[in-house]
Protein backbone atom coordinates (compact mmCIF):
# COMPACT_ATOMS: atom_id res chain seq x y z
CA UNK A 1 0.00 0.00 0.00
CA UNK A 2 1.22 3.52 -0.77
CA UNK A 3 1.74 5.91 1.75
CA UNK A 4 1.45 9.42 1.94
CA UNK A 5 5.90 10.06 1.54
CA UNK A 6 5.48 7.79 -1.87
CA UNK A 7 2.44 10.36 -2.93
CA UNK A 8 4.92 13.30 -1.68
CA UNK A 9 7.53 12.33 -3.37
CA UNK A 10 6.12 11.34 -6.73
CA UNK A 11 4.13 14.57 -7.20
CA UNK A 12 7.54 16.24 -6.26
CA UNK A 13 9.16 14.23 -9.02
CA UNK A 14 6.64 15.01 -11.89
CA UNK A 15 6.64 18.70 -10.57
CA UNK A 16 10.93 18.61 -11.42
CA UNK A 17 10.83 16.85 -14.29
CA UNK A 18 7.98 19.85 -15.70
CA UNK A 19 9.61 22.55 -14.24
CA UNK A 20 12.94 21.20 -15.69
CA UNK A 21 10.78 20.80 -19.37
CA UNK A 22 9.73 24.43 -18.98
CA UNK A 23 13.41 25.46 -18.36
CA UNK A 24 14.80 23.65 -21.06
CA UNK A 25 11.89 24.91 -23.46
CA UNK A 26 12.78 28.55 -22.11
CA UNK A 27 16.01 27.96 -22.86
CA UNK A 28 15.65 26.31 -25.88
CA UNK A 29 13.72 29.67 -27.22
CA UNK A 30 16.28 31.51 -25.78
CA UNK A 31 19.10 30.43 -28.00
CA UNK A 32 17.32 29.46 -31.15
CA UNK A 33 18.72 32.04 -33.35
CA UNK A 34 21.94 31.46 -32.14
CA UNK A 35 22.59 27.77 -32.84
CA UNK A 36 23.61 27.77 -36.01
CA UNK A 37 25.87 30.55 -34.78
CA UNK A 38 27.24 27.90 -31.82
CA UNK A 39 27.31 24.95 -34.16
CA UNK A 40 29.96 27.08 -36.22
CA UNK A 41 32.11 28.17 -33.40
CA UNK A 42 32.23 24.62 -32.38
CA UNK A 43 33.14 23.48 -35.98
CA UNK A 44 35.73 26.29 -36.01
CA UNK A 45 37.03 25.34 -32.88
CA UNK A 46 37.44 21.36 -33.67
CA UNK A 47 39.32 23.01 -37.27
CA UNK A 48 41.79 24.98 -35.69
CA UNK A 49 42.27 23.30 -32.63
CA UNK A 50 45.84 21.73 -33.60
CA UNK A 51 47.03 24.75 -33.98
CA UNK A 52 45.66 26.28 -30.74
CA UNK A 53 47.38 23.43 -29.06
CA UNK A 54 50.76 24.14 -30.91
CA UNK A 55 50.48 27.89 -29.76
CA UNK A 56 49.87 27.07 -25.99
CA UNK A 57 53.52 24.82 -26.21
CA UNK A 58 55.22 27.11 -28.00
CA UNK A 59 58.29 28.34 -26.66
CA UNK A 60 56.90 32.31 -26.22
CA UNK A 61 54.11 31.55 -23.93
CA UNK A 62 55.97 29.48 -21.45
CA UNK A 63 56.86 32.22 -19.18
CA UNK A 64 52.63 33.12 -19.27
CA UNK A 65 50.98 32.39 -16.36
CA UNK A 66 47.85 30.87 -18.35
CA UNK A 67 48.86 30.21 -21.69
CA UNK A 68 45.84 28.45 -22.31
CA UNK A 69 43.97 32.18 -22.54
CA UNK A 70 46.98 33.58 -24.47
CA UNK A 71 46.61 30.79 -26.97
CA UNK A 72 43.10 31.36 -27.72
CA UNK A 73 42.90 34.66 -28.27
CA UNK A 74 46.05 34.38 -30.78
CA UNK A 75 44.41 31.74 -32.07
CA UNK A 76 41.06 33.65 -32.96
CA UNK A 77 43.03 36.60 -34.48
CA UNK A 78 44.58 34.33 -36.67
CA UNK A 79 41.41 32.82 -37.86
CA UNK A 80 39.96 36.45 -37.87
CA UNK A 81 42.55 37.95 -40.26
CA UNK A 82 43.42 35.14 -42.12
CA UNK A 83 39.82 33.69 -42.53
CA UNK A 84 37.09 36.27 -41.39
CA UNK A 85 38.50 39.45 -42.90
CA UNK A 86 38.89 38.40 -45.93
CA UNK A 87 35.61 36.41 -46.58
CA UNK A 88 34.07 39.27 -45.44
CA UNK A 89 35.64 41.74 -48.09
CA UNK A 90 34.98 39.05 -50.45
CA UNK A 91 31.34 39.30 -49.38
CA UNK A 92 30.89 42.87 -49.66
CA UNK A 93 32.08 42.74 -53.51
CA UNK A 94 29.88 39.58 -54.12
CA UNK A 95 27.09 42.22 -52.38
CA UNK A 96 28.23 44.79 -54.79
CA UNK A 97 28.46 42.71 -57.94
CA UNK A 98 25.02 41.05 -56.98
CA UNK A 99 23.12 44.32 -56.96
CA UNK A 100 24.94 45.77 -60.25
CA UNK A 101 23.71 42.27 -61.77
CA UNK A 102 20.23 42.45 -60.87
CA UNK A 103 20.42 46.05 -61.92
CA UNK A 104 21.21 45.21 -65.53
CA UNK A 105 18.65 41.75 -65.73
CA UNK A 106 15.79 44.22 -65.92
CA UNK A 107 16.77 46.52 -68.61
CA UNK A 108 18.35 43.48 -70.28
CA UNK A 109 14.81 41.29 -70.04
CA UNK A 110 12.82 44.44 -71.24
CA UNK A 111 14.94 44.45 -74.20
CA UNK A 112 14.48 41.02 -74.87
CA UNK A 113 10.45 41.07 -74.47
CA UNK A 114 10.36 44.10 -76.86
CA UNK A 115 12.22 42.37 -79.81
CA UNK A 116 10.24 38.79 -79.81
CA UNK A 117 12.90 37.80 -82.92
CA UNK A 118 16.11 37.60 -80.96
CA UNK A 119 14.13 35.86 -78.04
CA UNK A 120 13.38 33.27 -80.91
CA UNK A 121 17.05 33.18 -81.95
CA UNK A 122 17.68 32.39 -77.93
CA UNK A 123 15.09 30.15 -77.86
CA UNK A 124 16.02 28.05 -81.08
CA UNK A 125 19.64 28.59 -80.20
CA UNK A 126 19.30 26.54 -76.69
CA UNK A 127 18.02 23.25 -77.55
CA UNK A 128 16.50 21.90 -74.27
CA UNK A 129 14.10 25.19 -74.23
CA UNK A 130 12.60 24.15 -77.43
CA UNK A 131 10.70 21.24 -74.56
CA UNK A 132 9.53 24.06 -73.34
CA UNK A 133 7.52 25.57 -76.38
CA UNK A 134 3.88 24.66 -74.56
CA UNK A 135 4.69 26.86 -71.71
CA UNK A 136 6.52 29.58 -73.85
CA UNK A 137 3.96 32.23 -73.80
CA UNK A 138 3.37 31.54 -69.65
CA UNK A 139 7.07 32.13 -69.20
CA UNK A 140 6.80 34.76 -71.30
CA UNK A 141 4.19 36.40 -69.40
CA UNK A 142 6.15 35.88 -66.00
CA UNK A 143 9.37 37.10 -67.51
CA UNK A 144 7.86 40.47 -67.99
CA UNK A 145 6.30 40.50 -64.41
CA UNK A 146 9.35 39.94 -62.80
CA UNK A 147 11.27 42.99 -64.82
CA UNK A 148 8.42 44.99 -64.14
CA UNK A 149 8.77 44.08 -59.79
CA UNK A 150 12.63 43.66 -59.87
CA UNK A 151 13.09 47.27 -59.50
CA UNK A 152 10.45 47.30 -56.04
CA UNK A 153 11.94 44.53 -55.28
CA UNK A 154 15.79 45.74 -54.68
CA UNK A 155 14.00 49.05 -53.01
CA UNK A 156 12.37 47.00 -50.80
CA UNK A 157 14.78 44.72 -49.72
CA UNK A 158 17.77 47.18 -49.14
CA UNK A 159 16.74 47.66 -45.51
CA UNK A 160 16.75 44.13 -45.19
CA UNK A 161 20.13 44.22 -46.37
CA UNK A 162 21.26 47.40 -43.73
CA UNK A 163 19.84 44.53 -40.88
CA UNK A 164 21.69 41.83 -42.24
CA UNK A 165 24.77 43.29 -42.47
CA UNK A 166 24.92 44.54 -38.24
CA UNK A 167 22.77 40.74 -37.90
CA UNK A 168 25.89 39.41 -39.65
CA UNK A 169 28.83 41.56 -37.46
CA UNK A 170 26.52 40.58 -34.39
CA UNK A 171 26.52 36.91 -34.81
CA UNK A 172 30.39 37.16 -35.54
CA UNK A 173 30.91 38.52 -32.14
CA UNK A 174 29.11 35.75 -30.78
CA UNK A 175 31.14 33.28 -32.90
CA UNK A 176 34.21 34.27 -31.99
CA UNK A 177 33.12 34.76 -28.43
CA UNK A 178 32.23 30.55 -28.13
CA UNK A 179 35.09 29.44 -29.92
CA UNK A 180 37.26 31.45 -27.36
CA UNK A 181 35.45 29.07 -25.14
CA UNK A 182 35.52 26.21 -27.03
CA UNK A 183 39.05 26.10 -27.40
CA UNK A 184 39.50 26.42 -23.91
CA UNK A 185 37.30 24.12 -22.24
CA UNK A 186 36.65 22.06 -25.57
CA UNK A 187 38.20 19.09 -23.58
CA UNK A 188 36.36 19.09 -20.95
CA UNK A 189 33.17 19.25 -22.88
CA UNK A 190 34.57 16.14 -24.57
CA UNK A 191 35.45 14.66 -21.33
CA UNK A 192 31.85 15.69 -19.83
CA UNK A 193 30.35 13.84 -23.61
CA UNK A 194 32.36 10.83 -22.60
CA UNK A 195 30.58 10.07 -18.84
CA UNK A 196 27.37 10.63 -20.33
CA UNK A 197 27.89 7.57 -22.96
CA UNK A 198 26.83 4.07 -22.21
CA UNK A 199 30.26 2.78 -23.90
CA UNK A 200 33.88 2.15 -22.72
CA UNK A 201 36.69 4.56 -22.43
CA UNK A 202 38.36 3.25 -25.26
CA UNK A 203 35.28 2.75 -27.62
CA UNK A 204 34.27 6.37 -27.01
CA UNK A 205 37.15 7.75 -27.83
CA UNK A 206 37.81 5.85 -31.02
CA UNK A 207 33.96 6.99 -31.64
CA UNK A 208 34.24 10.38 -31.03
CA UNK A 209 38.08 10.73 -32.97
CA UNK A 210 36.76 8.47 -36.21
CA UNK A 211 33.54 11.14 -36.04
CA UNK A 212 36.09 14.33 -35.83
CA UNK A 213 38.51 13.09 -38.14
CA UNK A 214 35.43 12.35 -41.02
CA UNK A 215 33.97 15.75 -40.31
CA UNK A 216 37.03 17.65 -40.57
CA UNK A 217 38.37 15.70 -43.64
CA UNK A 218 34.59 16.46 -44.91
CA UNK A 219 34.66 19.92 -44.66
CA UNK A 220 38.21 20.73 -46.06
CA UNK A 221 37.57 18.67 -48.81
CA UNK A 222 34.57 20.39 -49.49
CA UNK A 223 36.07 23.72 -48.73
CA UNK A 224 39.31 23.72 -50.99
CA UNK A 225 37.18 21.91 -53.51
CA UNK A 226 35.25 24.97 -53.59
CA UNK A 227 37.30 27.53 -53.40
CA UNK A 228 39.13 26.14 -56.33
CA UNK A 229 36.14 26.08 -58.86
CA UNK A 230 35.12 29.54 -57.43
CA UNK A 231 38.75 30.90 -58.16
CA UNK A 232 39.54 29.12 -61.86
CA UNK A 233 35.64 29.81 -62.58
CA UNK A 234 35.70 33.42 -62.10
CA UNK A 235 39.67 33.74 -63.61
CA UNK A 236 38.52 32.21 -66.64
CA UNK A 237 35.30 34.17 -66.94
CA UNK A 238 37.29 37.47 -66.10
CA UNK A 239 39.59 36.89 -68.51
CA UNK A 240 36.73 36.09 -71.73
CA UNK A 241 35.63 39.78 -70.27
CA UNK A 242 32.38 38.27 -68.60
CA UNK A 243 31.50 40.88 -65.97
CA UNK A 244 30.55 40.69 -62.24
CA UNK A 245 33.44 37.61 -62.09
CA UNK A 246 33.53 37.56 -58.43
CA UNK A 247 29.74 37.28 -57.95
CA UNK A 248 29.53 34.42 -60.65
CA UNK A 249 32.89 32.62 -59.34
CA UNK A 250 31.45 33.02 -55.85
CA UNK A 251 28.05 31.55 -56.93
CA UNK A 252 30.24 28.21 -58.90
CA UNK A 253 32.00 28.11 -55.12
CA UNK A 254 28.56 27.20 -53.44
CA UNK A 255 26.98 25.57 -56.19
CA UNK A 256 30.06 23.49 -56.16
CA UNK A 257 28.68 21.60 -53.34
CA UNK A 258 25.99 19.69 -56.01
CA UNK A 259 27.68 16.82 -57.09
CA UNK A 260 28.80 17.07 -60.98
CA UNK A 261 26.36 19.74 -62.34
CA UNK A 262 27.17 22.48 -59.83
CA UNK A 263 29.39 24.48 -61.88
CA UNK A 264 27.62 24.05 -64.65
CA UNK A 265 24.23 25.40 -63.64
CA UNK A 266 26.89 28.87 -64.20
CA UNK A 267 29.25 28.46 -66.70
CA UNK A 268 27.08 26.85 -69.57
CA UNK A 269 24.31 30.08 -69.78
CA UNK A 270 27.61 32.29 -69.19
Known amino acids: MTGPTDGRQRLRLIWTVLLTIAISGLFFTMIRPFIVTVLMAAIASGLSYPMFARIRDSRLL ?7 HSAAVVTILV ?3 VIVLPLAALLGIVAEQAVSVSARVRPWLEQQLAQPDQLDALWERVPVLATLDPYKDRIMAK ?3 FAASLGQFLVANLAVMTRGAV ?13 FFFLLDGRKMLDSLHAMLPLDDADERRMIGKFLSVSRATLKGTLVIGIVQGVLAGGA ?3 AGIGQAVFWGTIMAVLSIIPGVGTALVWIPA
Do not use: N, T
Not at 62 to 68: A, L, Y
Not at 167 to 179: N, P
Open 237 to 239: LWL
Open 143 to 145: LGE
Open 79 to 81: VLI
Open 167 to 179: AFFFHLFIMLYAM
Open 62 to 68: RRVKDPR
